[in-house]
């Protein structure tokens, strides 16, 4: 028997929840909190009506209010809690946990709202106290952060004795038919996108202009797409646990329409996080004005398409995998590990598309490793931290099989 609580139901949460439901020898007891409760209950009503059979209770939760959230896990005490809401809100999360005796599992690390920058230090700080109370907190269980460092660590046992390049490679060639949408959250997504670009080499953290360093890369079954290096967290914790990495980058694939789109949205100053002060008519209809504060990215999520509404017309593949080259008895070989995900073949089982579901799986697996007692020890653990074979078994089973290329062209 295991009581699991899930804050956040978006497109992530609603692929995880979905995954739960057909693993209830798992996950027994569920409850779905977010801060609209009719956003949990619309959930629900689709798991219940593709044919699932579980009591699912639902909560309306503030998760930047500690408060609330220590309210919420008292009351239903929960054996962990699956953190699928905004990165803004994992550490308000993490103090709730501690203060209720709860374990900890998220995708994406925190980040601040007032600021553009994400880094695992802030949610390291937790080590000691999550250690002291006897609980476990897994950050970053996602696809990239998380599968990507699963698929490290499966390299590191099996293959190389030593790892010296890592590239992790993330390509999404579906296509949603839309002008412009992001895959996940628009706030977040454009934050993380206009961010400088960042990689390690040599013991050192190197820094590009955003999205200023690319080169065409080959993905399976889908061909040559244009690349990107970007800074992305997971980068930071597989340098620290693989020591022996010399040079270890991320990359991204992103169409020219996008890139057009995204280009004007920062010249026009849509992309800003920081608040102005805007003159609008009252909503009652008084004709009355009233001088607001909105934050542009703000206001432009809540006219682009919804990430959770993208998936019925989405048609292509996402491929995310790492293209590894270390030493093996003394020579030198190359790995390649990915992942190819159709966006329709999500749908059909989730009503998301493939974004989601290369997220929502591995949170899912991420959660049965902890509950079944594999990936459970007192501390705050990145995932490579843990033993990779059962979590992949687990994840080629729940709808992600992954597939390996020995001494391939790696093209970096």
């Known amino acids: 028997m295991s009581r699991v609580l899930m804050i956040g139901a978006g ?65 239903y005490k929960p054996e962990l809690v699956i953190n699928l809401a905004l990165p ?22 925190y980040e601040p709202k007032d600021e553009a920058h994400f880094e695992y230090s802030w949610q390291w700080a937790y080590r000691d106290r999550f250690k002291k109370a006897g609980l ?41 038919h839309k002008a412009f949408a992001t895959n996940f959250n628009p706030e977040i997504n454009i934050r993380e996108i206009t961010q400088k670009g960042l990689y ?37 914790s597989l340098v620290i646990n693989f020591p022996t990495i010399r040079r270890a980058r991320f990359w991204m694939t992103f169409g020219k329409q996008y890139l057009t789109y995204l280009d004007c949205i920062q010249n026009l100053g849509m992309s800003r996080i920081d608040e102005v002060t805007y003159e609008a008519p009252l909503a009652d209809g008084s004709g009355k004005m009233v001088k607001v504060n909105i934050v542009p990215l703000q206001f432009l999520k809540a006219v682009l398409p919804n990430p959770q509404d993208l998936g019925e017309n989405y048609d292509g593949e996402t491929s995310i995998g790492c293209r590894i080259r270390g030493i093996k008895d003394g020579k030198e070989h190359t790995y390649y590990i990915y992942n190819n995900c159709k966006h329709q073949d ?59 290329i020995h001494d391939g062209d790696l093209e970096l």
């Open 11 to 75: 497109g992530v949460a609603t692929v995880c929840a979905f995954k739960m439901v057909q693993n209830q020898d798992v996950f027994s007891e569920l409850m779905i909190a977010s801060h609209h409760k009719d956003k949990c209950d619309k959930l629900v009503k689709a798991i219940h009506d593709k044919g699932y059979k579980m009591d699912i209770k639902t909560a309306e939760v503030d998760a930047d209010d500690v408060e609330q959230l220590k309210q919420l896990i008292g009351s």
């Open 88 to 109: 803004y809100q994992d550490l308000t999360i993490m103090d709730a946990c501690l203060a209720c005796g709860v374990n900890y599992l998220d995708t994406a690390n």
């Open 136 to 176: 476990t907190a897994i950050l970053g269980c996602g696809f990239d952060p998380g599968v990507s460092q699963v698929f490290t660590a499966y390299a590191a046992k099996h293959v190389f004795d030593e790892i010296i390049d890592l590239d992790i490679v993330d390509c999404n060639a579906g296509n949603h």
């Open 200 to 236: 390690y080499e040599n013991g050192k953290w190197i820094e590009t202009d955003p999205l200023a360093v690319h080169k065409a890369l080959t993905y399976p079954n889908i061909g040559p797409r244009e690349s990107y290096l970007m800074h992305h967290e997971e980068l930071e």
């Open 346 to 404: 999500a749908y059909k089982e989730t009503g998301m598309q493939g974004v989601s579901y290369t997220t929502g799986v591995p949170a899912m697996t991420g959660a049965m490793m902890f509950l079944k007692g594999i990936w459970r020890k007192p501390g705050v653990y990145n995932v490579e931290e843990f033993d990779p074979d059962p979590f992949l078994k687990v994840l080629g089973e729940q709808g992600l099989p992954w597939h390996e």
